[in-house]
């Protein structure tokens, strides 16, 4: 077995794994899952942040090159908490129209809040801002001032 590099391992499980969806049956393996996303997709999360910093090592060193983010995907985690993400997104929107008042979007990860800022960010008259400090940050979502 040739002698690899940590780096070189989480590279060819990421070519494997994280690069397309894993499909396990929702039978089989289920406690394992659940701990593999952890509470509200902690989990999940942590092992994206690493498979993007460790995959993007390179570029934060002094190059132009753009930086890739990478998705972690697990029994179809990431795509059913987007429909929740867009669910939330469109509520706020509504809200923030007919009240004129700021939307607070609490306890999100900075992967779902940047999630959120992308839906929201071709939406003329609507403005999205986080605030605060982790583990406190938070998501506001408001009308653009004229």
Do not use: W
Not at 110 to 125: F, K, Q, V
Not at 135 to 142: E, G, M, T
């Amino acid at each position: 077995m040739p002698d690899l590099k940590p780096r070189e391992i989480f590279e060819s499980i990421a070519k494997q794994c994280f690069q397309k969806s894993i499909s396990t049956p929702p039978s089989k393996h289920q406690q394992q899952i659940e701990r593999l996303i952890g509470e509200s997709g902690s989990v999940i999360d942590s092992l994206q942040y690493l498979a993007t910093t460790s995959l993007n090592k390179n570029v934060f060193s002094e190059s132009i090159e753009p930086i890739a983010f990478y998705t972690v995907e697990l029994d179809d985690y990431r795509a059913k908490r987007s429909a929740i993400l867009r669910n939330i997104a469109n509520d706020a929107v509504k809200s923030v129209r007919e009240t004129g008042e700021e939307f607070l979007v609490k306890h999100l990860s900075s992967s779902d809040r940047r999630y959120i800022h992308e839906i929201l960010e071709d939406i003329a008259d609507i403005e999205t801002v986080s605030q605060g400090r982790e583990p406190n940050r938070q998501l506001v979502i408001k009308l653009v001032q004229p």
